[in-house]
């Protein structure tokens, strides 16, 4: 039976490059995803590309090939990324000089664009979408239309598929749906039709156990205690069959494991609603699925089912929302828990006395309660030898958020005997909120170019 | 009956959407799923977060995976992008949860 080899070579921007680049060297492998976005990257990049037209690609891009595309392209791997972001098309000429420095001529690269759909946001209202808030309900976007920086469909497959079936070994994309980066070349390599609901839920399946790298191969793992070598990483290949079925594996001699557990691990992860695990591409259905450890670190997945795609796309909108001001500074034993209490006490009332305008206010007690909040066990006071005090702040301005940090080091003289560890806090941050809709697919008409070195 | 704590029988991983927090729940054997799907209710896992899930809560159930799969609305501090909490995308609730303790027979 057919069977092809996919490699998946980053999670998100910031991802790992060694162990993706230990797939394409020796992962025997016959393609290779790039997930490079999550839901507030495009805002990030439409920003870049505002300021600079020939940005708004993920700048890891450059690098990013630039390790992989001699190998890849001398061995046949074919390579899918959306690292594109807001502007596929000028990652995709920077990624065309790149190669010709690197004296690489058989460079066929597919460029899809479309999902970027913010400057036909007044057309598509007009039309009497509301793009109502899923999150909030809100039903419509008046409120934040002034304050819009990005609007991104989550595309699914067809232009990625079209740009292989054109001979494309590189394809470079914006915000396709992340699974898309492998249904493409299954649907390309077994020709299954993008219509065949069982066929393109296993695809959209398969996709999602490896698009997060590391998720089903030890990364993020209850089993954390196994592994011997916590610097050696590896990212996930599936070797998937033209039944629709497949194997979890990861390069020969490469860190971490593939078990039953990290498999199932990362298929019950942000995945909503089981049998209806909805993408561009297909409804997935994962209730029938079935793992078995076949060999070590080859977990065999079957059963995978789907249904027919939903008529409308995701859509995320970022929109600018205020700023966030945050610090840190440490107390110590004796008494650190009532130590942070007063520079609580202290923070309240000099915001209050400088006039800022706040308009939500935390602070967290970390070593204590900072990431379970109120569920968190305290300890005896006598037992806590220090406690981190942070503050963080959501104000309307810049200024009002920049005082929080000046603030936070004043209580290294102004406050408890021993309050120290004053590090240089972070500038203050815009914040992007993020407004997720539905978009009917037919308003997303998505667009092919080739581009040859 | 004794009283567990749910780490005993289970793992979980987590994450986000937006501001909905989503956990996976994994029973350690088939013994241990029928119990999480007997006690472990939406419900149940509504009032242990208290304070921090504003919104409702939403249990699914995947009996080939002896796993339960939880939706918690409102739960992230209005998202990643913009919340003042420090576990931004939710990766450490699925923990939190396992903190939540269960009686089951001797």
């Known amino acids: ?453 | 009956m004794k009283r567990i704590q749910l780490r005993e029988i289970a793992y979980a991983r987590s994450g986000d959407k937006g501001d909905v927090s989503d956990i996976g729940l994994m029973a350690k054997d088939d013994a241990a799923y029928k119990v999480i799907k007997e006690k472990v209710t939406a419900q149940k896992v509504k009032e242990h977060f208290k304070d921090i899930v504003k919104g409702e809560v939403l249990r699914y159930e995947m009996d080939n995976l002896n796993s339960l799969e939880f939706v918690l609305r409102n739960a992230l501090g209005g998202g990643a992008t913009r919340t003042l909490g420090m576990d931004q995308t939710g990766k450490a609730v699925g923990q939190n949860l396992l903190r939540m303790y269960i009686e089951i027979e001797d």
């Not at chain 1, 490896?210 to 996930?236: L, T, Y």
């Not at chain 1, 935390?362 to 909040?373: E, K, P, T």
């Open chain 1, 1 to 453: 039976m057919k069977k092809i080899r996919l490699g998946c070579g980053s999670a998100s921007w910031g991802d790992m490059l060694d162990p993706a680049v230990e797939l394409v060297e020796k992962g025997d492998i016959q393609y290779i995803g790039f997930d490079h976005l999550a839901e507030l990257t495009l805002s990030i990049l439409q920003r870049m590309k505002n300021k600079n037209p020939k940005r708004g690609y993920i700048p890891d891009l450059i690098p990013w090939m630039k390790a992989i595309l001699p190998t890849s392209t001398k061995k046949g791997i074919k390579v899918l990324t959306n690292a594109g972001g807001a502007n596929p098309e000028e990652g995709a000429q920077e990624v065309a000089k790149l190669a010709k420095e690197l004296g690489i001529h058989s460079l066929k690269i597919g460029v899809v664009t479309g999902d970027d759909v913010f400057p036909r946001l007044p057309e598509i209202r007009k039309k009497g979408i509301k793009l109502k808030n899923l999150d909030t309900g809100e039903e419509d976007i008046d409120r934040i239309a002034d304050k819009i920086v990005a609007a991104n469909a989550y595309i699914g497959s067809e232009s990625m598929l079209e740009a292989l079936q054109k001979g494309a070994n590189l394809v470079i994309t914006g915000r396709n749906t992340d699974n898309a980066l492998y249904v493409a070349p299954m649907a390309y390599e077994f020709g299954w039709a993008l219509n065949d609901w069982d066929k393109m839920g296993a695809a959209v399946t398969i996709g999602h156990i490896i698009e997060c790298s590391a998720g089903c191969c030890g990364g993020m793992s209850n089993f954390w205690f196994q592994v011997k070598e916590p610097w050696r990483v590896a990212f996930p290949i599936a070797e998937v069959y033209e039944n629709g079925e497949c194997i979890i594996t990861k390069a020969e001699g490469a860190g971490r494991m593939v078990t039953e557990w990290t498999v199932k691990e990362h298929l019950v992860y942000e995945i909503h609603d089981p049998k209806n695990y909805l993408m561009a591409d297909a409804i997935a259905d994962f209730s029938n699925i079935r793992l078995k450890e076949v060999e070590k670190d080859r977990v065999k997945v079957t059963g995978m089912t789907g249904k027919r795609r939903p008529d409308t796309l995701k859509l995320c909108i970022g929109y600018e929302d205020g700023w966030i001001g945050e610090s840190e500074i440490s107390v110590c034993w004796p008494d650190a828990i009532e130590k942070a209490r007063f520079c609580e006490s202290f923070l309240r009332g000099r915001f209050k006395h400088l006039g800022l305008k706040i308009n939500e206010i935390r602070f967290d007690y970390i070593g204590v309660n900072s990431i379970h909040g109120s569920l968190s066990d305290v300890p005896h006071p006598d037992e806590v030898n220090e406690v981190r005090v942070r503050v963080a702040v959501k104000t309307d301005t810049e200024a009002d958020a920049g005082k929080v940090r000046r603030e936070v080091t004043h209580l290294w003289t102004h406050g408890p005997v021993g309050t120290t560890a004053v590090i240089s806090p972070p500038p203050p941050r815009q914040v992007v909120s993020l407004w997720p809709t539905l978009i009917p697919r037919e308003l997303v008409p998505t667009k092919l170019t080739m581009l040859e070195v």
